[in-house]
C-alpha cells in the first residue's frame, strides 16, 4: 500500500481474483450483453506516477483480439488515465489514447471545466484505489462509510476508434438524471440512450432510443448510508447507459472516458449547488417571464394576436407575454417577417399599446433560397460543409436548407446581423430556439432523388381567426421557390456507406433525422462530435446578442435542446408533448430533473401541444401548469383551440383561479430564484427536505407531488375522472394556501391525507409549518400583469412550536420595482437584496406578543421604505382562555377560511424598513398550549 497523500490509496495488488467475465457482442442489433466463462476485455497498468492533486499512469492492452465488433474497429493498444484531486469532494477521471487526435470536448472556456474548481486540500473525503497485476481498475470509496461510489473493479474496459464501454457498480436503486427523456423520476432497470434528436411525443420505455432533445449524462446516486454522490460523463458523444443493478454500463462512441464526480450529504442540494457552479450557474430571468405566456402553432396573422389579448382581457385573466411559432415568417424562411400578415407598424402598435411582451421563434435552418439570410451566409462562408466540402443540404420547414457552422469566426457577427434586422422591423423581447438538436427531415444530406415540390402549410386568406376555433385550421399549399443545388446530385450520385460500429439508440443509421455525421465544421471537427453543441453556441451566441446589443440585463432564450452548460444562457421547456394524460405527470419528473441538471426555469405546454386536449385534461393542466417556473398554453395548428377561455367553464374557473394563486405568490416564487445566485435547485423532490423519510422516495410520491423551496409542497391531481387524492405529508404541520380546501395538517410522523380539489380550483398547495411567505393581493375585476403587482404584501406565516413559543421564517427580495431589470441587477447580483423575515409569537408578562424582525443579509442597512406589509396571518397557533387585546382587531375565523388555530391581523399596516423590529400585542390573556 503506498499514500500519496493524506486520503488517497493507491492499492497496487500483487494478485487480484477476477470475476471470470466476458463480453457477448451481437454484430446484427448492435446489442452487447455479459457472460461467463468467456474472454475479457481489458488493460494493465504499465506506469504510475503522482503528485499532491493527480495520480496518473499507462495502461496496456490485455484483450483476446486487436479489434472490437468489427475488424476495422480496432482497439487502441495503449492509454493514458489520470485522476485530478480537485476538491475535499470532487474529482476528475479522465482515460484517453495515448498521443491520440481524437476530439474531446476542450477542458476550457467557454465550457464547462475544472480550471477554476482546483483548491488543494490536505483531507479529501474519498480514497482512490488502483489495483493492476492481470487488469487496471479503479474504484472511489467514500472514506467516512468506506461505501463504494464509482469502480470499474471486475468490469471490461473497451476503447475501440468506433466504441468505448466501460462499467461501474452503483451502491443503490435510487437514481435520477440521464436525460433528456419523458419518464418518471427514479430510474429503473433499462437502456438510456442520449443523443439530442428531434423526437415528439416520445415515452421512455426502458428500450434504447427512448431519448429526446438535450444531453445530459448526469446522474444522483443515493448511497446505503443515505449520502448522495453524483457523477457527470463529461462528453459530446452519443450513448447507450444501460442500468442493470448494480451494473451501470456506458457505451459511447467518441471522445474520451471523462468522469467527474461529486461527493455530497444526505440532503443533495449542496452537491447540486457545487455542480451548477461547476456548469458556469443558471441564468437569471426577468420578472416578466414568471407571468402566464400564451402561444400557438397557428396563429397565422396579427388579427390572432390581437383576439387572443383580447380573449383573456374580457375574462379577466392575467397575461404578460405572447409567442408566435414560424407563422410570423415569410415562406418560414428565418430572420423574415411576413408583412402581409404581420404588417410591421400595426404590429408595433399592437404591442406598446396592449404592454404586453412578444417572444419569436428562430430555428437554425438557413432556407437555400434568394433572400438575404442565405445570401449573407453564403456571403460570409459561415455554413456547415458535408465530407465533400460543399454547403451541407438537409430539409426543414422551408424545403431545402443549410445550417450555421458555430465554429466558423463569421457565424456570430452573421447570427447577431441578422437579429439585430429582424428586432428593427419587429421589436420582441426574447427569443425561441427550436429544431436545435439540430432537427433534420432528411436522414443526413438529402440526396439528389429527394428533389421535389415543397408544400408548406399555410392559411387560407379567407380562414378564421384561430383563437376561437375549435377545429384545424384551414390549410393551403403554396408552391416554394427552390435555389438550383448544383452539388446536391455530385454529392449523392454515389451511394455512401454511412455507418459506425455502434449506432446508440439502436437506430439503422447513426444520420436518423440528422445532420450527417460526417459533415464538416470549421477547424476540422466533425459534426458527430460537434452535434449536442448546436444548441450550446446557438443559446450563447444569441444571449450575447440580446445583451450586447439589445442592452438586456437578463436575456431571456428559451431553447428545446440542451447540453451541461446551456444553463448560462438559455431557459427550457420539455418540447412537443402529447395532450394526454400521462404526459401531464410526466411533466413534474421533467421539471424535477431539469432542475437536478442546472436548468430550473423549466415548464410544459400546458395542456398539451401534440392532438385535441379535453375539457378535464386542461382544466388539471392549468392547475398544475400555474406552478411551473415556466408557465405557457401552447398546441399546434392541427389541433382544436386551446387558450383558457375555449373550451368552456370548468377551464376558463380553473385557469382563474390558478393563475390568481400564482400571481399572488410570484414575488416569493421569483425571491427563490433570486436567493439561488445562479446555483442549486428550486422546484425539488419531498427528499431534498426530508432527507431521512424513506417514503419520500416512492414513486408515488417522487411523480406526483413537489416542492417549492423549503416553504411550499404542491400535490396537483394528475388522472383522468379524479377529484380527490391521497397526499403524502412528512412530519410537521402544513396549511393550505387556496381556501377552499381542508386547511390543515399536523402529522408527527409522515402519513396519508385524503384531500378533494374539484376541476375549477386552485391547485393544492400547502405551507409548511416553521416558515412564512409574502404574498400579493391580486385583482378579481381585471386582466393584469406582473407589473400590475404593487409592493403591498400580506405576511403569511406558518408557526412551529418552539422553546419559547411559536416561530416561522423566510424571505423576500426587497426591490422597489420588481419589473425594473436595472433595479433587480443592480439591487440583487451585483450587490444583496435578500432580508430574512423572522416572526416569534411568545408570552411576555402573560401577555402574547408578535415580533417581526427584518434583518438584510447583507448585514447592512437598505436605504428607503421598499415594502409594505397589509395584513399578518398566523397559522399554527393553538390558543384557550384568550382576551382579546382591546386595541387590536383580527378577522374572523370562519369568515376568512382560516383553521382553527389561524389569525388574520387586520389594520395594522406598516412600512417596512430594513433592517426593523416591529412587535404587536395579541392578546391581553393567554395559553398557549
Not at 484517453?96 to 474548481?117: F, I
Not at 447540453?563 to 431557459?571: E, L, P, R, W
Not at 386547511?743 to 410522523?749: K, R
Request: charged share 25%.
Amino acid at each position: 500500500m503506498e499514500t500519496t497523500k493524506k486520503g488517497v490509496l493507491l492499492l497496487i495488488l500483487a494478485s487480484c481474483l477476477w470475476l471470470s467475465h466476458a463480453v457477448k457482442v451481437d454484430p446484427q442489433n448492435n446489442t452487447i450483453g455479459s457472460e461467463s466463462g468467456e474472454v475479457f476485455y481489458g488493460y494493465e497498468l504499465t506506469g504510475l506516477q503522482q503528485n499532491k492533486n493527480e495520480i496518473q499512469g499507462n495502461l496496456s492492452l490485455k484483450a483476446p483480439f486487436l479489434y472490437y465488433l468489427k475488424s476495422e474497429n480496432s482497439l487502441y493498444a495503449s492509454l493514458q488515465f489520470k485522476v485530478s484531486l480537485l476538491r475535499k469532494d470532487e474529482l476528475t477521471i479522465l482515460i484517453k489514447p495515448t498521443g491520440s487526435k481524437r476530439y474531446h470536448l476542450p477542458n476550457r472556456a467557454p465550457y464547462p471545466n475544472d480550471k477554476a474548481r482546483l483548491v488543494y486540500n490536505k483531507t479529501l473525503d474519498y480514497d482512490v484505489l488502483i489495483e493492476s497485476e492481470n487488469y487496471f481498475s479503479l474504484t472511489i470509496q467514500r472514506k467516512s462509510t468506506k461505501e463504494v461510489i464509482f469502480t470499474t473493479k471486475g468490469e471490461p474496459l473497451i476503447f475501440s476508434h468506433d466504441l468505448i464501454m466501460f462499467t461501474t457498480l452503483i451502491p443503490s436503486k435510487i437514481i435520477f438524471g440521464l436525460g433528456e427523456r419523458n419518464y418518471k423520476m427514479k430510474l429503473d432497470d433499462g437502456i438510456y440512450t442520449i443523443f439530442t434528436a428531434d423526437k415528439p411525443g416520445k415515452i421512455q420505455t426502458g428500450e434504447k432510443g427512448g431519448q429526446t432533445y438535450g444531453h445530459q449524462p448526469f446522474y444522483l446516486c443515493r448511497e446505503q448510508s443515505g449520502m448522495f454522490h453524483a457523477v457527470l460523463v463529461r462528453t459530446t458523444s452519443p450513448m447507450d447507459i444501460e442500468l442493470k443493478f448494480p451494473k451501470l454500463t456506458f457505451n459511447l462512441i467518441r471522445g474520451f472516458i471523462e468522469v467527474k464526480l461529486f461527493l455530497g450529504e444526505k440532503d443533495p442540494e449542496n452537491l447540486l449547488q457545487e455542480y451548477h457552479t461547476y456548469l458556469g450557474g443558471w441564468n437569471l430571468n426577468s420578472f416578466w417571464t414568471f407571468g402566464f405566456q400564451q402561444s400557438r402553432f397557428g396563429y397565422h396573422k396579427l388579427s390572432d394576436l390581437v383576439g387572443v389579448y383580447d380573449s383573456f382581457s374580457a375574462r379577466n385573466l392575467p397575461l404578460d407575454v405572447l409567442w408566435t411559432d414560424i407563422d410570423y415568417m415569410e415562406d418560414y424562411r428565418i430572420f423574415t417577417v411576413d408583412e402581409k400578415r404581420y404588417p410591421v407598424d400595426a404590429f408595433r402598435k399592437f404591442l406598446n399599446e396592449s404592454g404586453l411582451k412578444y417572444i419569436l421563434i428562430i430555428d437554425p435552418g438557413v432556407a437555400i433560397d434568394e433572400y438575404e439570410g442565405y445570401n449573407e451566409a453564403e456571403k460570409r462562408n459561415v455554413l456547415l460543409k458535408d465530407a465533400n466540402g460543399d454547403n451541407f443540404v438537409g430539409k426543414v420547414w422551408p424545403g431545402w436548407t443549410s445550417f450555421v457552422d458555430w465554429l466558423h469566426p463569421n457565424s456570430s457577427n452573421y447570427w447577431t446581423n441578422m437579429l439585430l434586422k429582424l428586432h428593427m422591423k419587429i421589436p420582441y423581447d426574447g427569443i425561441w430556439l427550436d429544431m436545435n438538436e439540430v432537427s433534420n427531415f432528411c436522414d443526413g444530406p438529402c440526396r439528389d432523388d429527394m428533389i421535389e415540390e415543397v408544400y408548406l402549410q399555410m392559411p387560407d386568406e379567407d380562414a378564421k381567426s384561430s383563437n376561437n376555433k375549435t377545429a384545424p385550421v384551414p390549410l393551403k399549399k403554396g408552391k416554394r421557390r427552390l435555389k438550383d443545388i448544383k452539388h446536391l446530385k455530385k454529392a449523392q450520385a454515389e451511394t455512401k456507406t454511412r455507418t459506425v460500429a455502434y449506432v446508440p439508440g439502436g437506430g439503422k443509421t447513426i444520420d436518423d433525422k440528422a445532420i450527417a455525421h460526417d459533415a464538416v465544421h470549421y477547424g476540422g471537427i466533425k459534426e458527430i462530435d460537434f452535434h449536442p453543441l448546436h444548441a450550446y453556441y446557438m443559446c450563447k451566441v444569441t444571449n450575447n446578442f440580446l445583451q450586447l446589443n439589445l442592452g438586456h440585463k437578463f436575456p431571456f432564450i428559451l431553447t428545446r435542446s440542451t447540453i451541461f452548460g446551456t444553463n448560462k444562457y438559455a431557459s427550457h421547456w420539455s418540447g412537443d408533448n402529447d395532450a394526454r394524460w400521462q404526459w401531464l405527470k410526466l411533466s413534474i419528473s421533467h421539471m424535477v430533473t431539469f432542475n437536478m441538471f442546472g436548468i430550473p426555469f423549466v415548464g410544459s405546454d400546458i395542456c398539451g401541444f401534440l392532438h385535441d386536449t379535453s375539457e378535464g385534461l386542461c382544466a388539471r393542466w392549468m392547475q398544475l401548469g400555474s406552478l411551473y417556473p415556466f408557465s405557457r398554453n401552447h398546441n399546434d395548428m392541427n389541433a382544436k383551440a386551446q387558450e383558457p377561455y375555449a373550451l368552456g367553464r370548468t377551464v376558463l374557473r380553473a385557469s382563474l383561479n390558478s393563475l390568481r394563486l400564482r400571481y399572488s405568490i410570484l414575488k416569493h416564487y421569483y425571491t427563490k430564484f433570486i436567493a439561488q445566485r445562479g446555483r442549486g435547485t428550486i422546484v425539488k423532490p419531498l427528499f431534498f427536505n426530508f432527507p431521512n423519510d424513506e417514503e419520500t422516495f416512492k414513486d408515488n410520491v417522487l411523480d406526483t407531488q413537489f416542492m417549492i423551496g423549503k416553504e411550499l409542497m404542491a400535490a396537483p391531481i394528475v388522472e383522468p375522472g379524479v377529484t380527490e387524492r391521497k397526499i403524502y405529508f412528512p412530519a410537521g404541520s402544513w396549511f393550505a394556501l387556496p381556501s377552499n380546501f381542508k386547511t390543515s395538517v399536523n402529522v408527527q410522523n409522515g402519513t396519508y391525507v385524503e384531500f378533494k380539489c374539484s376541476m375549477e380550483a386552485e391547485p393544492p398547495l400547502f405551507l409548511r409549518g416553521g416558515y412564512l411567505i409574502l404574498q400579493n393581493k391580486v385583482p378579481l375585476d381585471r386582466t393584469f400583469k406582473t407589473s400590475d403587482l404593487d409592493n403591498n404584501m400580506i405576511l403569511k406565516a406558518a408557526l412551529k412550536k418552539t422553546q419559547n413559543g411559536y416561530s416561522a421564517k423566510g424571505e423576500f427580495a426587497a426591490v422597489s420595482n420588481y419589473s425594473s431589470d436595472d433595479e433587480i441587477y443592480s439591487s440583487c447580483v451585483e450587490s444583496q437584496c435578500m432580508v430574512k423575515i423572522l416572526a416569534e409569537v411568545s408570552v411576555v408578562n402573560n401577555k402574547a406578543v408578535l415580533d417581526l424582525t427584518f434583518t438584510p443579509v447583507s448585514g447592512k442597512p437598505m436605504q428607503g421604505v421598499v415594502f409594505n406589509i397589509e395584513e399578518v396571518v398566523l397559522l399554527g397557533l393553538p390558543i384557550k382562555n384568550t382576551v382579546i387585546a382591546s386595541s387590536f382587531n383580527y378577522g374572523s375565523i370562519l369568515n376568512d377560511a382560516l383553521p382553527d388555530d389561524g389569525f388574520r391581523l387586520k389594520n395594522r399596516r406598516f412600512a417596512v424598513n430594513v433592517p426593523m423590529k416591529k412587535r404587536f400585542d395579541l392578546f391581553d390573556s393567554i395559553r398557549i398550549e
